[in-house]
Nanobody, 118 residues
Framework: QVQLVESGGGLVQAGGSLRLSCAAS????????MGWYRQAPGKQRDLVAA???????NYADSVKGRFTISRDNAKNTVYLQMHSLKPEDTAVYYC????????????WGQGTQVTVSS
């Protein structure tokens, strides 16, 4: 059973920075595609950033140039460094693990709240 535990959320002023972490257990972490998603109240859960096992990354247009996703396979951890935060970045951020070609391999963390005040 894959377990994902997020940390690092909180309250920050607009223009500030936060770093989210997601620690994984129960799988061969280095094989996973890891992603960060977010869900604001009343909205759907959307992809923020993802990183493949090979280190390729992709970002939502709204966060390009401000957010950076990275992974440390030795620590079984994926990070989301967020800079220049805006009030519209306010959401619950979820960590996700997928495995290419395995549709049922789809695991989520419990989420961490990020609130950006104006």
């Amino acid at each position: 059973q894959v377990q994902l535990v997020e940390s690092g959320g909180g309250l920050v002023q607009a223009g500030g920075s936060l770093r989210l972490s997601c620690a994984a257990s129960g799988s061969i972490f280095r094989l996973n595609t890891m992603g960060w998603y977010r869900q604001a109240p009343g909205k759907q859960r959307d992809l923020v950033a993802a990183i493949t096992s090979g280190g390729s990354t992709n970002y939502a247009d709204s966060v390009k140039g401000r957010f950076t996703i990275s992974r440390d396979n030795a620590k079984n951890t994926v990070y989301l460094q967020m800079h220049s935060l805006k009030p519209e970045d306010t959401a619950v951020y979820y960590c996700n693990a997928k495995r290419p070609l395995y549709r049922d391999y789809d695991y989520w963390g419990q989420g961490t709240q990020v609130t950006v005040s104006s």
